[in-house]
């Protein structure tokens, strides 16, 4: 099976909000775009070529009612409740789809770690930095780009932690 051709996009081709954010940090990245959507961290993986875990997954999260955003590798799942004692919260959920779009102004499957539409406190995971190069939604399910976890985790103004679920 051959992966779709991405064709390189112009950060104004990513949603209009996330081209902004890009401009105001100063960043040039390549954002590319795929003719097939890249909803999910294994599609994405699959068009771009890369290990699942070079995914950034974008995961907002209520906790106490209040949204948060957790980033964590595309092959991994968060631990809700390392999440919880994380921000000394009595109960974390997930969010329905309104609520991600309310606070982040993207669709679910195309959520960027920064430029959200509502500033929203950030968890990273560590594990993200085991790449030298991580890939992120750009604002859309059809574009995505490149960054350095350093770089990414600093913009998004994400705290370090570990919430990743842990195979014993």
Do not use: N, Q
């Amino acid at each position: 099976m051959s992966t779709p051709e991405a064709t390189p996009a112009t950060p104004s081709e990513a949603h209009p909000r996330f081209a902004e954010a890009l401009r105001e940090l100063g960043l040039e990245v390549e954002v590319r775009r795929f003719p097939e959507a890249t909803r999910t961290a294994a599609e994405a993986a699959a068009a771009i070529g890369c290990e699942l875990s070079a995914i950034v997954k974008s995961l907002v999260f209520e906790a106490d009612g209040v949204p948060v955003l957790v980033l964590v590798d595309g092959s991994s799942r968060v631990d809700v409740e390392l999440v919880r004692r994380e921000l000394c919260a009595a109960k974390v959920t997930r969010p329905g789809a309104d609520l991600v779009r309310e606070t982040t102004g993207y669709a679910i499957g195309g959520v960027p770690p920064f430029g959200h539409r509502t500033k929203t406190r950030v968890l990273a995971d560590r594990g993200l930095l085991d790449h030298a190069v991580v890939w992120a939604a750009a604002g859309t399910p059809y574009t995505v780009f490149p960054l350095d976890p350093k770089t990414l985790i600093g913009h998004a103004g994400g705290t370090l932690v570990d919430v990743r679920e842990r195979s014993e």
